[in-house]
C-alpha cells in the first residue's frame, strides 16, 4: 500500500516524456500467485532529447525478475530497480532500442483491485488510471500511446477463456495442460486502456453491422447460467452503436465489441478498448432480480463505455489534469443516448436532481475542485462529480450557446483534428471556438473556477412603456479560500410566458447578448457582474421563466416570488421548469416545517402547496414517470443541503415525515385512484412506458401507507408484486415505516431466503436496513456486517451496506452520540487497508461535517481525527481526510 503522502502532482510541471513506446508485446503466464509478466517495449527518444539521457518507468509494488535491452542482458549498472521504479541509467544512443522486462506478480493477493487482480476464481485487470504500472514498468501515463499485442498462457481447464484489447489472432495448446491465445490491437492507445481477462465464463453473442457495413462480433460474458440476464445489455448495446452512429456520426473500428461482467469491481465500469470490463450489477437484469432504475442504468452505463471508445479511447487526455476531457463529455453524450431512448425532462430532471445532490455539495465544501484540477496528490479522488456531472453541464452549455449546429460542427471537426491524440481542454474549446467562430476564452473558466455561480434575478413590468426590465446578478463564492471567483458566462435559457403560460413575443432586447437557434428558447448570455436587461413591446406583464432545462449549473437565491413559481407550477411550457418551480415551493413549505419541528410545533404544508400537488396528482395529461417525479418531495439530504448550517437531522426528518403525511392525507382519494388504475396487466417490459406506471403507482402506495397510518397496503403489494421494482419498493417501505412489525421482520427474511444465492440482489436487502430513518440502526447496520452473505472485500456489498448507511441515511448516521461517525470510521480504517479506494470514497460521505450543529460537529470532527491518526492510512484516504478537514 501507497502511505506516502506529501507528493503534489501539478498541472503546470507537465511537460512530455522524453522517450515514447510505438509497441508493447506483453506475455501473460497466468498463475494464481506467481504471475510472469514479460513486457517487450520498441523505445524511442523523442527528437530533441540529448542520446542517454536516463529514462525512468513508472512501478507499483512490483517484483523485478531481469531486463534485456536490444536482446542482451541488462547488469545491475546498466538498469535500477525498486517496488517502485525501473530506471534505465544509460539508454542506447540510438534513436529506438528494445527493452524487454520480467516482473512477477501476485493477483490473489491484490485487494486493491488495481493492476492484475483475481475475482470469482478468474482473472482480471483494471488499469485506469494508474494500475497498469502494478503489472510492470512503463511509461505509465495517458499522452505516450502504443500499439499492444498481448499473449496470455493459462492452464487449460480451469481458464478456458483468454481475453484482451483489439483483435483475436492466434490460439493453440501449450504442454502441461496449458493453452496460449494472442491478441493484437491495431490502435495506438495509452497503457490505462490496456484489459486482460481470463477464467471461465458463459457468454452470450451477437453481431451489429455498423453503417459503412463492417460486420462486428459482440460478446458479453457473464457467470455460467446468468446468460439470459445479459439480453437487455446486448440491447442496449446495440442501441448505443447505432445511436452513435446517427447523432454523432461515428462508427464502431474493430471486428469484435466484448464486455466481460466481474462481481468484484471497485468502479461502474470500464471502457478499455474493444473489452469492457463491467461491475456486474451494471450487465444483469431480469424483472425477477433487477429494478426499473437498474435497467435505466445498465442502458446508461453500456452506453457511456460504448461512447468512450471515440470520447476517451481513439481521442483520450493528454494527462489526467485533463480527466472532464473524456468524462464530462461522454457523461453528456450518456445523458443525450438516454434522454433519446426514454423521456427526455424526465431524464434531465434526474440529471439535475444528481447534480444537486452530489455535485453542488461537493462543490460549495472543503473537496471543492475545478472540473480541471490544477494539482492532486491521489488521481483516483478526482473521479467526481464534479469532474463527470459538472463537466457534462459545460458540454450542455456549449451545445446551448453554439446551437445544435454549430455545436455538431465544433464536435466534428474535434474528431477529425485529434483523432489518435492525446489531447487537451484548450484543443477541445479551440474547435468549438473555430467552428462556430466564437470566443470561448471567458466560457473556458468553466473549467477552472470552482464553486457554484449564484444568480440573483429581479423583474419589472412597465405597463405605459410596455417593457420589461430583468436584472441579472451573478456571484460565486470562492469554496475555497483564494480560488478564482471571476464573472462567468451564464447561458440562460428563458421565456416570458403570458396569462396561459404561452410565451410572449417581444419587440428588442437590450442588456445581454441573446441568442435564439432555431427551434430552441432564446437565450440571454450572462457575461457581467450585473446585466440591466429590457425587454420591449411586451403586450401583457409576462412571468419570467428562466433556467429552462436547467440550461446553466448555477443556484438561484432568491427564488423567483411565491407567486410567480405557482404560476410556472401549473402553466411553465419547459416540463423541466414546470418541475422546477413546484419542488422548490415543496421545498420551501419543507424548510419552513423544519423550523417549525425545531419550534416544537407541529409540521405541516401549505394550503397552496396541497392545492397544486392533487392538481398534479389528479393531472392525467402528465406522463406517469414526469408525475411521480413531480409528487417525490425533495429528500433529507437536499432539504439539509438547502438549509446548509447547523443542520438537525431528526427536525428535517420529522417534519418531513409531517408534510408528507398531510400532503398524502390531503390527495387520498387521488392516490387511491392511481394506485387502482395503474395496476399491471399486461407482463413486465422495462421499457419508459412500463417503468413510468410502476413509478407513479409506487409513489401512490407509499403516500396511502402515509395516508393511513398503516402498512396493511404495501404487505399487500409485496405478496402481489411480480417483479423486483414492486418488490423492492413495498419491502422498503413496510420496513421503513413499520420496522419493528413483525410483518418487516417476516418480509426481510423471505427476501434474504428467495436471493441468498444472488449477491447484487442481496444488496437491496442491506440498502433497505441500513437506510430506516431511526436511531436504532447503527446497532442493526453494525448486525448486518455479520450477517451470511456480507463480505469486507467486494466494493458492492460495502457500498450497500456502509455507503448507503453514511449517505442515504442521514437520521442515524448523525445519531446524536456519534455512534454513527464512529461506525463509519472504524469501517472505513478496516477497509483501508485492504482498498484504499472504496475507503476513501466512503469517506467523503464525512465532507458536509462542518454544516451541522455544534455537537453533532464535534463529534465527527474527533471521529474524523482519530481515524487519521490509525498506523497506516493510505494516500488515498490521507488525502481526503485532509482535504476534509483542512
Ligand atoms: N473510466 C471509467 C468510466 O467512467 C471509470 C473508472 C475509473 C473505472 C477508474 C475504473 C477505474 O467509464
Ligand atoms: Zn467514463
Not at 463492417?214 to 447460467?225: D, F
Not at 445498465?298 to 471508445?309: L, P, Q, V
Not at 430552441?520 to 421563466?545: M, Q, R, Y
Not at 418487516?744 to 427476501?751: I, K, P, R, T
Request: with cysteine; hydrophobic share 40%.
Amino acid at each position: 500500500m501507497r502511505t506516502e503522502t506529501g507528493q503534489v502532482i501539478r498541472l503546470g510541471d507537465y511537460r512530455p516524456s522524453d522517450y515514447l513506446i510505438d509497441k508493447t508485446d506483453l506475455v501473460f503466464r497466468l498463475d494464481p500467485t506467481r504471475t510472469r509478466v514479460t513486457a517487450k517495449l520498441q523505445m524511442r527518444r523523442r527528437a530533441g532529447v540529448a542520446p542517454g539521457t536516463p529514462l525512468t518507468l513508472d512501478g507499483d509494488g512490483l517484483t523485478f525478475v531481469g531486463a534485456r535491452i536490444d536482446g542482451a542482458d541488462a547488469g545491475d549498472n546498466a538498469v535500477s530497480a525498486t517496488a517502485d521504479a525501473l530506471v534505465v541509467n544509460a539508454p542506447p544512443a540510438s534513436e529506438t532500442f528494445t527493452l524487454e522486462i520480467e516482473t512477477v506478480v501476485d493477483p490473489t493477493a491484490n485487494t486493491q483491485l488495481m493492476g492484475l487482480y483475481r475475482t470469482g476464481g478468474n482473472y482480471c485487470t483494471q488499469c485506469e488510471a494508474e494500475g497498469f504500472r502494478r503489472i510492470t514498468y512503463f511509461l505509465d501515463r495517458p499522452d505516450v500511446l502504443s500499439v499492444y499485442t498481448v499473449r496470455i498462457e493459462a492452464d487449460r481447464k480451469d481458464v478456458p477463456l483468454l481475453l484482451s484489447n483489439g483483435n483475436p489472432v492466434e490460439q493453440g495448446d501449450l504442454d502441461d495442460g496449458r493453452h496460449y491465445a494472442v491478441w493484437r490491437d491495431p490502435h495506438p492507445k495509452p497503457s490505462y486502456l490496456f484489459a486482460l481477462f481470463a477464467g471461465n465464463l458463459g457468454v452470450v453473442e451477437d453481431e451489429f453491422t455498423t453503417a459503412s457495413g463492417r460486420l462486428v462480433t459482440l460478446k458479453i460474458y457473464v457467470e455460467h447460467g446468468k446468460e439470459p440476464r445479459a439480453a437487455y445489455a446486448m440491447d442496449a448495446l446495440k442501441r448505443s452503436m447505432r445511436w452513435d452512429e446517427e447523432r454523432f456520426g461515428l462508427e464502431y473500428d474493430l471486428d469484435i465489441f466484448q464486455i466481460v461482467a466481474v462481481s468484484d469491481f471497485n468502479m461502474g465500469a470500464m471502457e478499455n478498448k474493444g473489452l469492457n470490463i463491467f461491475n456486474d450489477k451494471y450487465v444483469l437484469a431480469d424483472p425477477r432480480t433487477a429494478t426499473d432504475q437498474d435497467y435505466a442504468s445498465i442502458e446508461a452505463i453500456i452506453a457511456h463505455e460504448y461512447f468512450h471508445n471515440w470520447t476517451g479511447n481513439r481521442i483520450t487526455c493528454r494527462d489526467w489534469f485533463q480527466l472532464c476531457l473524456k468524462e464530462g463529455l461522454t457523461v453528456y453524450r450518456d445523458q443525450e443516448f438516454s434522454a433519446d431512448m426514454r423521456s427526455r425532462p424526465v431524464k434531465r430532471i434526474g440529471d439535475v436532481r444528481l447534480l444537486r445532490a452530489h455535485q453542488f455539495p461537493e462543490d460549495s465544501g472543503p473537496l471543492a475542485h475545478p472540473v480541471r484540477p490544477r494539482t492532486y496528490r491521489e488521481i483516483n479522488n478526482f473521479y467526481t462529480a464534479t469532474v463527470y456531472e459538472k463537466g457534462a453541464e459545460i458540454v450542455r452549455m456549449l451545445r446551448t450557446l453554439l446551437g445544435a449546429k454549430g455545436f455538431a460542427a465544433g464536435m466534428d471537426l474535434y474528431f477529425q483534428r485529434h483523432d489518435g491524440e492525446a489531447a487537451t481542454i484548450e484543443q477541445f474549446l479551440a474547435c468549438f471556438a473555430e467552428a462556430a467562430q466564437t470566443d470561448l476564452t471567458q466560457f473556458a473558466l468553466w473549467y477552472d473556477q470552482p464553486g457554484t455561480p449564484n444568480l440573483a434575478i429581479t423583474t419589472r413590468y412597465d405597463r405605459t412603456a410596455r417593457t420589461f426590465a430583468v436584472t441579472v446578478n451573478q456571484s460565486l463564492k470562492p469554496p475555497v479560500a483564494g480560488t478564482p471567483n471571476a464573472p462567468m458566462v451564464i447561458p440562460i435559457a428563458f421565456a416570458l410566458a403570458g396569462k396561459n403560460g404561452s410565451t410572449l413575443d417581444h419587440d428588442a432586447v437590450s442588456g445581454a447578448r441573446t441568442m435564439q437557434h432555431e427551434g430552441e428558447d432564446g437565450v440571454l448570455v450572462i457575461t457581467e457582474p450585473k446585466h440591466e436587461i429590457v425587454f420591449t413591446g411586451i403586450a401583457e406583464e409576462p412571468v419570467l421563466s428562466v433556467l429552462r432545462g436547467f440550461s446553466a449549473p448555477v443556484t438561484r437565491v432568491p427564488q423567483a416570488p411565491t407567486r410567480d413559481r405557482f404560476f410556472l407550477a401549473r402553466h411553465d411550457s419547459d416540463p423541466f421548469s414546470r418541475w422546477e418551480a413546484l419542488n422548490s415551493l415543496a421545498m420551501e413549505d419543507l424548510i419552513k416545517a423544519t423550523r417549525a419541528v425545531s419550534a416544537g410545533d407541529p409540521a405541516a404544508a401549505s394550503d397552496a402547496l396541497v392545492d397544486i400537488f392533487s392538481a398534479v396528482a389528479g393531472d392525467g395529461t402528465f406522463d406517469n414517470a414526469y408525475r411521480a417525479l413531480c409528487l417525490t418531495l425533495p429528500a433529507e439530504t437536499d432539504i439539509a443541503r438547502e438549509i446548509g448550517r447547523d443542520i438537525d437531522p431528526d427536525a428535517i426528518n420529522k417534519a418531513r415525515r409531517g408534510v408528507t403525511e398531510h400532503l398524502a392525507k390531503a390527495c387520498e382519494r387521488v392516490f387511491a385512484r392511481i394506485y387502482h388504475e395503474l395496476q399491471p396487466r399486461n407482463a413486465y417490459d422495462p421499457g419508459a412506458e412500463g417503468a413510468g406506471r410502476r413509478a407513479l403507482r409506487n409513489v401512490a402506495l407509499t403516500m396511502l401507507c402515509h395516508a393511513a397510518r398503516s402498512t396493511d397496503l404495501a404487505e399487500q403489494a409485496l405478496a402481489e408484486a411480480d417483479n423486483m421494482t414492486d418488490r423492492a419498493h413495498a419491502l422498503m417501505v413496510l420496513t421503513h415505516l413499520a420496522p419493528e412489525s413483525e410483518a418487516a421482520a417476516q418480509a426481510l427474511e423471505a427476501f434474504r431466503t428467495a436471493f441468498r444465492a444472488e449477491p447484487i440482489v442481496l444488496d437491496k436487502w442491506f440498502t433497505i436496513q441500513a437506510t430506516v430513518p431511526r436511531a436504532e440502526t447503527v446497532e442493526t447496520v453494525q448486525a448486518l456486517t455479520k450477517a451470511p452473505g456480507f463480505s469486507w472485500d467486494n466494493p458492492n456489498r460495502l457500498r450497500s451496506l456502509i455507503g448507503a448507511f453514511a449517505t442515504g441515511n442521514p437520521v442515524a448516521f448523525n445519531r446524536a452520540d456519534g455512534k454513527g461517525y464512529e461506525l463509519l470510521c472504524a469501517a472505513i480504517g478496516r477497509i483501508d487497508a485492504k482498498n484504499p479506494q472504496v475507503a476513501a470514497r466512503l469517506m467523503t460521505a464525512m465532507r458536509a461535517w462542518r454544516n451541522l450543529e455544534p455537537g453533532r460537529r464535534q463529534r465527527a470532527k474527533t471521529a474524523i481525527e482519530s481515524l487519521r491518526r490509525g498506523d497506516r492510512v493510505s494516500r488515498d484516504l490521507a488525502d481526503i481526510i485532509d482535504r476534509t478537514l483542512a
